[in-house]
Structures are given as C-alpha cells and as structure tokens.
C-alpha cells in the first residue's frame, strides 16, 4: 500500500464496494476494504445472470473481486466489522477517522491455507450446516468457504456451528485439523482489534429482503413450491446447488407462477424494524399483518422478466404467469426485454395474487398450488395452478442499518436506508464530511446503478482525500 | 334507480390510494361465486360521477370478513366502501327483507332473533350467574363482566356454548357478572348491514352499560361482539377479551384441570381426538388471534390438532358475517361453508372446532347437507373445555 498517502475506509465488499475500493485504489490512494463475511462479492455473487444483457453475474463479478484481492493499494479485511469510528477535525475541509476494526478469528491461518477444501471434506458437520450463501437451499460443512470463487479463497470456522467451537469437543481427534496438509486449522486463535487512520469513509453495506413469512398470504414456508427470487437465483445458477437446474422437489416445473410487489410498494405498514425501532415494537409488528414497505423496490419488474426468461430458456414448455401491478422497466434496454420476455411466450397478468393455497381433492393432500388474483382486466377473479411460484420480496434496509447509522456518525431516512445530504445536489455525501454512501445502503437500485453511485463516492472520497494533503 | 354522488364518499374513504391491484377482489371469498367485485365498485367511484346503488344487489354477498382490509397495499378499507354503499340503501329502505326484519328485532328486542328481551337469560337461569343490572350501587363489584351476546343467549343450538363457557368461568373461580336482560346486541353485524344509526344508538346505550358495571375487563362469547367492542366501541380502559384469550389464561394460570374427554361423552371414538380448528374471520384475520384457540385445544388432553390448509391467515369464511346470517346472498347454491367442512373432513379429523357461533351454525348445517355428520363434528372449543373440565 502506498503508505505516504491518506487512506479510505470501505465498509462492505459488495459490487459498491468492491467498485469504489477499485477506483480509489487506481487513483493511487490506500484502501481498506472491510467486510464482515468471510468473502466479498456481496449479494451480486449470489445472482445467476444479469438483466438486460443477461450477463452470468459471478463471470463479470469475479475478475473485480481478483483485482480487488490482487491490488497493491487494497488492503482486504474480510470477515471483519468496524467497531468504531471517531472523526477528528484538523481543519474545515480536512477531517480524520480514527476506525477500529475487529477481525473474527476463522480459527484457519490464511498465510498457511491453499484452499484446498480437505478440511470441509473431512468436517464431522459436512452436509449438515445451512448455506447462507445458496439462501439455505443446501448443506455445507462447519468449515467452509462460501462460494467456490470466494475472495480470498481461505477456509472458515463457522462458529455457530462447529462442534469444537459450540460443544467444547468434536470426536477424540479434530478430523478438519488432522486433513489439512499445510496445518492451517488453528483454534488458538482470538479476536484482533486493528486501529486505522482514514480520511474518508464510504459505506456500501448493502441491503436485506423482506422476510416472506410477512407475508403469510402466499405460505412461503409452508410450501416447498414457493420461494423468494434470491432462492431462484440460487436455483438457476449454474454454481448453485442444483447446477443450475431448476428443479422443486427433484421435479421440474411445468407451471410458474411469479409474484412482484410482495411487500413492495405498501402504504403506512411497519414490516420490519426500519433499522431504528425497539424490539418491543418489532415483536408487535410480527404479529401484525400490515406488512410491507411504502416505496418501489425497483429491481424485481426486471428480476421478474429475467427469472421468467430462465424459466423459459430451461423448460420451452413451461406455462409460465407473471403477476404485476405495473411494469416498470426504465433503463438502458429494459423495455425492451420485457419485450423479448412476452415475445417468448411469458403470460403477464395484471394483479396483485391474494393468496396461495393447495388444491386437494377429496382427501388428497398433495394437490396442487393455486395462486388466487383477479385478472383486472378481464375483471374477474382467476385461479392459476403452479408447481412453482416466486415471490419478488421487497428490497428492505439492512437489520443493523440503525445501529450501522449511529455507529458511523450518519442518518438514516424514513424509510431506513441511509440519508445522503441531499436527494438530487449530494447524492453520495451525508451530512457528515467524509463519509459518503455507495449502493443498496442509500436506497433500492440496479446494478448499473450501484456501480455509478459506488464511481461517485469514489471521486468524491477522492476530493476529500486530495485536500488532506494540503 | 338509486343515483349515489361517488365524490363526497371517495374522499371520505379515501378511496384515491387504490392502484387497482385487485389483491381485495382477488382474495375476496364471495367473488369466486357472485358477481361481487370491490376493486371494480372502487374503480367506479373513482372515475364515475355517479353510481346506481340498486344495480347492485350483490352488495349484500358481502360477509365483511375484511380478508380484502387486511391485505390491501395501500391501506384503503375496501369492505368499508361495501358498507357506505348497504347504508345508503338502508337510508332508503331498499334492504332484503330479511335484513331488514332482523335491525327490526334488533331495534325492538335488542337481538336479531325477535324473541322477547325478558327472555335474553333464560340460557343460564339455572346456573345462578351473577347479574349487575348497572346503576351505582352495582359498580365495581365485579372484574370480569361476561357479554353473552345474542346469538348464544337465544339461538337452542349455541346456548350450550355459553353455559360452558360460564361453568368453566365459576369453576376457576372467575368472580363475574353479566348484564342479564339489559344486554342488548352489540351492534357489530348492525353496522356492516349498513345501519349506521342503529349501531351509533347501540353503541351508546352499551358503552354506558358496560362502563356502569365497572368491570376491568369484558368478556365476549362471539368474535363479532368482541371485534367492535375492542375496534369500534372506545371502551378505554377496559380490556376487551375474545373467550379464547381469557380461557388460555386461566390455562396458564393454573386455574382450570382439564382431562381427556370422556369418548362416551363425545360421542367418537375410543383413543384420541382429533380435532382441526376454523379460524372466525373476526378473531383471526381481523385481530390477529390465532394461537390462542390452538392453545386451549393443545392443552386438552387426547386432542390431536391437525390444521386445514388454510388457516390462520389464509383461512377460508364461512359465509356468516356481515348481516349474512339473516340474508342468503346472491348465490346459495354454494355455500363457502359446504367447501370448508369438507376440507375439514379431508383432514381426517372428527372434531371440527370453531370459537364463533356464526361460524357453529353456518359449518353445523354444511356438515348435514353435504351428508358428513357420520365423519365429522362441529363443536365450539368452549364445549370440548367443558367436556375436558376437570374441576370440582
């Protein structure tokens, strides 16, 4: 790193930050770049392709995060949170952070690790413990890397669920200690604090979807048939658990049905903690089925057209529904894949679906999946049968987004998201000087469009890092 | 030709949030089969200057479970407007006159029934329940102010519902009282057959009973009774409980012993019970209470709850709320409640448990006409409590 310079702080190593890290870094300046999974590469490494151009996401994705891994100005801190940070002002336009960061013991020496998985193989949990990564739709073992292009592709201990780590003992012998060939496995190790000094800071943290159970409406969790569209990537993506084969229950579907605006786009409803209130108030909004978020999650008319497409790619004679209130496909060549995705033959429907339910005949307990809407424009209520059904959850603030927003010193907007300072003239800065926001943190948006945002908090942590060397 | 001004009631409604989604229509339990449509009257109001309220008597399909309140985006009470419309045409006495006869009896008796008010507690004369007849002198004497209601006061088949309910009260030593002949309907059903001044006259006249009793708390037999008394009514400061809630408290509390039903008592078989419960609209959907009856039921002993596939949120209406009790719809021939007792029936259980007495009638006559009583059994959760009871 090119010590001689002041530093910028990253927080989050999704496309944002990953994007803005990368461009700080070529400008010449020291970037650390801290994320709290043991990988960067955030939601868009979960992502099978991209709309319009359906691009395959982890292709265009990957070779950023190498660079990122590779740069000389990078300084990666994966599996790591900051735990504070404290602004000094040395003068009016020249402001410091004192940042603390923790990094998590993986309980593996990545200076020793090749990522060669035999401890994973070897792992008395292996098949047993829930892939975050796959959005629980397959096993992994206690010690795991997320993904197989995981940067840095360095083993991890999951500590929730390692026997070692959980029940103080595993077997007579540690099997993942005893496979390793370079003796990477080190349970001795504890937690570091490590002190930084930044000049500017830019949060790219990232979202989270609605919990579907919000919405009780359309069973998720009840039926295996319906799933969030983040469990659809993870199904049709070629490095997914199925190998890209889009299966329910080993079976393939021949009828689809996909659901937008699930918990998008609801007036005056308290689904979820809007990052700042009590847990007693989020104990009552769970049981309150007034559920959802009031704006546009913005991505699902486009991730909707695009599951459908793969639906359609994988399976020619699907019949395949989508449900909608309004398609909203403005952005470069949006429109016109939604053009190409009825041109195949994809139904859209106009209405929002009521409920699902299973359709059994006398006695049988294993029929089949209604979605219930009306049609409005045929004006009458309709019934279509699915063997799958999408849901198109609403994208929501992180859980910790509030106390994310207290611990970095910057606000949040009544929706939750990050505020920036000013909706249309800083649309990156906050009102704190030096802190700047990139992507999903700040509000809803595309990946061209986090990418852009992510460019601009680059260049403008970039003026912030110019003036501090006077 | 009933010529309605839709502006004066949009706005009133607030009706310009709709984006037409349909999600109302789309759940909607009588939509399925009548020519029902609440997105499409919406729609109307919003861009017709004018409505003819007569041309539409599927008006009165409506059992106002409010599935379509509970789940719209936007926050618009589409079941509201359903209700705005019914009052105009009560306003002008084009009601059925079936409605009609029961806001009469209402209005003269206090119940929908037309038997006497002097007669409101014959269900329990012998069971010595104690009765604050209001006035000062009776006031704070009792905590628990139990609100029978009228159907479970008059209707043969629902009284022993309520004597259930007051045995098993005494039995945990629950000191309570109820309003004896004084009671008067609640007016719930009242206000969703579009009788608004009924209702406000109801209203009224109940509140400063009940607050007369200086009760902590009111207790209600009917999920009806207990929504607009804990939604419509304001009675701050007094707890308004459905049975369901206050029974699972004396559960908790250690208050009342139950024991497996006795089969000979039950009328089924030997072993266990299976039971599934029908979740009301106006204790599940409307408020939201849905453990709390599963909760009694699992803490019978030899009950086994299997669940339908829709319940709780996604449970099925029977078509008995809403006036629908006293008007048969549009559309008789199928009754949501012939669907539901044989979902019922396809779980296997034998009991099937409700904790509405709308819904014990509606889902008792469906399980004769559709020739099940053979396999199955409609009982409120208040009788299996009884049957279980095992206190002195």
Redesign the interface.
Known sequence: MNRGKPAALVIGGGIAGIQAALDIADAGYPVYLVEREPSIGGRMAQLDKTFPTLDCSSCILTPKMVDVGNHPNIKLMTYSDVVSIDGVSESANQRMFHVQVRKKPRYVDVDKCTGCGSCAEACRMKGRVTSHFNEGISKRSAVYVPFPQAVPLKYTVDPEACLLLTRGRCGKTLLCKDACPAGAIDFEQREELVDLEVGAVIVATGFDLLDPHLK??F?YGVYPEVMTGLEFERLSSASGPTMGKITVDGKEPKDVVLIK?VGS?????RAFSLGRSSGAERQTSS????T?VPYCSRICCMYTAKHAHLVRDQIPDARITVFY??VRASGKGYEEFYDRVREEGVVYR??????V??R?E????NGRLVV?????LL????EVEADLVVLATAVVPRADAGQVAELVGIECSPDGFFQEAHVKMHPVETATDGIFLAGCCQGPKDIPDAVAQAKAAAASALVALRRLEG | MMALKTAELTEQLELL?C??????????PV??KTTL?I??LIYHMLVEPEMDVDAHPELWDCTCCF?CV??C???VKPAELIIALRSQLVESGRIPDTVGAALMAIFRQGNPTGIAREDRANWGADLGIKVAQGGADRAGRFETLYFVGCIPAYDQRVQPVARALAQTLAAAGVDFCTLGTEESCCGNEVRRMGELGLFEMLVEKNSELIRSVGASRVVTTSPHCFNTFKNEYGLDGIEVLHYTQFITELIEEGKLKLSEPPPSKRGGREGGLTVTYHDPCFLG?QN?VFDEPRAILQAIPGVKLVEM??S???SLCCEGGGGRMWNEGTNLEERLAFQRV??AA?TGAEILAVACPFCLLTLEDAVKVQGLEERLKVMDIMELVSLALHNG
């Open positions: 009780p409406e069973g605006c786009r609801e007036k005056d409803r049981r309150d089925p007034h959802g209130i309004d106009r209405g929002e679906p009521a409920e339910y299973r059994g006398k006695g049988d307990r219930a809407a009306e049609d409005t004006g009458k209520p309709v | 949030g984006i037409q989604c349909g999600k109302c229509t789309g759940g909607c939509a399925r449509n997105r499409s599935t509970e789940r985006l936007k926050d959907k939201h596939d829709r709780r949120e996604r044989q979902e396809d």
